[in-house]
């Protein structure tokens, strides 16, 4: 059995959101040309990319765990990104209303 690389993890979760690598890289603070390298496996991010990607999808990338978001959490980042798209900002325009774009990663758009 072939084990799945770090890149191929990254993108199947990334299709699995129905996001783009451009609509990743808004909502995390990085450069679509970071996100390419991660999923083609051409450098791996740093200590603070994996944190981010690990809120940002909800998983454990550098392990085998998984974790899920607790419902009050769930429904914290529902709430903020529900905000964000109701005053018609996204990526880095939620710093306008003082959200980070982690406080709303792993949510559906």
Known sequence: MKK???G???RRLRHARGL???QVADLI????SRIQQWETNFSPPT???YRILEEFYGVM?????YYTETAVERMARRKLLAMAKDA???SRGLSVLGISP????????
Do not use: N
């Not at 603070?29 to 679509?32: A, F, P």
């Not at 982690?102 to 758009?109: R, S, T, Y």
């Open 102 to 109: 982690e406080a709303v990663a792993g949510l559906e758009l």
């Open 4 to 6: 799945e690389t770090l």
């Open 61 to 65: 990338l550098r392990g085998k765990q």
């Open 29 to 32: 603070g990085y450069s679509k």
């Open 8 to 10: 191929g993890r990254l």
């Open 88 to 90: 018609g900002v996204m």
């Open 47 to 49: 200590d603070d990319g």
């Open 20 to 22: 783009t690598i451009e």
